[in-house]
C-alpha cells in the first residue's frame, strides 16, 4: 500500500484564483500602484498563496479558477504536477465558494477554501484550520475589515451549509458579521481562527512589509 504524502489525505484545500491581467485585478489598488503595480502585486500574493498550501504538504490541493482565466497560465507553473485545476461556477462570490466546497466534499470529508489576498495564512493556520473540522461544522479565519480570508466545512452536514453563503452583502465589512447571523440560525456549529489581515485597498499596503516574503516591497 502506497503511503500518502499528505498529514490529511481526506482534506481538500482550494485556492480561488484568476489569472492576473492587468486592469482586472487588484483594481482597488489601480489607483495607488497603477495597472502594472495592482497585477505584480497580485501575482506575488498568487504565487505565494499556491506554493504556501503546496509546501505545506498537509493536503491535495485544487486551484479553482475564474471562467474566463486561460487554463494553460495555471498548467505552465513548474509546481503544476501538485494541483488540480477546476473553474468557479455561480452567479456570486457565496455560490461559487459553496458551490467549490460541495463539490469537494463529495470526495473528501474536509475542504478548506482561501483565497490570495491573504499571505499572512501560516502552515499552522492551515493544519489548525483542518483540525477544527473534527469537532465543527465549519471554520473560518475573520479578515479585520469584516470579511474573512479562509473558510472550511466537513461533510457531515452539507445541506445546511448553504443557507450560510446565501444573502450576504460580499465585499463589504459585513460579511463575517452577516454569516455568523447565519450560522446561529441554522444552527450550523463554526469555530473562528485568529482574525488576518487581507490586501485589499491602499490602506492595507502597510501590512506587506511585516511579511518575510515582501519585505522589498516598495509603493510606486
Known amino acids: ?17 484568476r489569472e492576473p491581467h492587468a486592469g482586472q485585478v487588484k483594481t482597488r489598488l489601480i489607483p495607488t500602484l497603477g495597472e502594472e503595480g495592482a497585477t505584480k502585486i497580485y501575482k506575488q500574493l498568487l504565487d505565494y498563496a499556491i506554493n504556501n498550501v503546496i509546501t505545506s504538504n498537509l ?7 475564474t471562467p ?21 461556477s455561480g452567479n456570486d462570490l457565496g455560490e461559487r ?4 466546497l460541495i463539490q469537494a466534499l463529495k470526495h473528501y470529508s474536509k475542504a478548506i477554501l482561501i483565497g490570495t489576498d491573504c499571505p499572512f495564512l501560516s502552515h499552522n493556520d492551515l493544519q489548525q484550520s483542518i483540525a ?8 473560518f479565519s475573520p479578515a479585520n475589515d469584516g470579511g474573512y480570508v479562509l ?7 452539507p445541506v445546511v451549509f448553504e ?17 455568523r447571523m447565519k450560522l446561529l440560525k441554522h444552527k450550523v456549529s463554526w ?16 501590512y506587506l512589509p511585516l511579511h518575510n516574503k515582501f519585505q522589498d516591497f516598495i509603493k510606486n
Open 97 to 100: 465558494m459553496y458551490n467549490s
Open 68 to 88: 474566463e482565466s486561460n487554463r494553460h497560465y495555471f498548467t505552465q507553473m513548474t509546481c503544476s504536477s501538485q494541483f488540480e485545476l477546476s473553474v468557479q
Open 163 to 179: 443557507q450560510v453563503f446565501e444573502q450576504i452583502d460580499w465585499g463589504t465589512e459585513k460579511v463575517m458579521a452577516q454569516t
Open 132 to 139: 477544527t473540522l473534527d469537532n465543527n461544522d465549519m471554520v
Open 191 to 206: 469555530q473562528e481562527l485568529s482574525a488576518q489581515n487581507d490586501i485589499d485597498i491602499e490602506a492595507d499596503l502597510k
Open 151 to 157: 473558510v472550511g466545512a466537513n461533510a457531515v452536514n
Open 59 to 65: 493536503s491535495p490541493a485544487n486551484i479553482c479558477i
Open 1 to 17: 500500500m502506497n503511503k500518502s504524502p499528505f498529514r490529511y489525505p481526506d482534506t481538500l484545500i482550494i485556492i480561488f484564483a
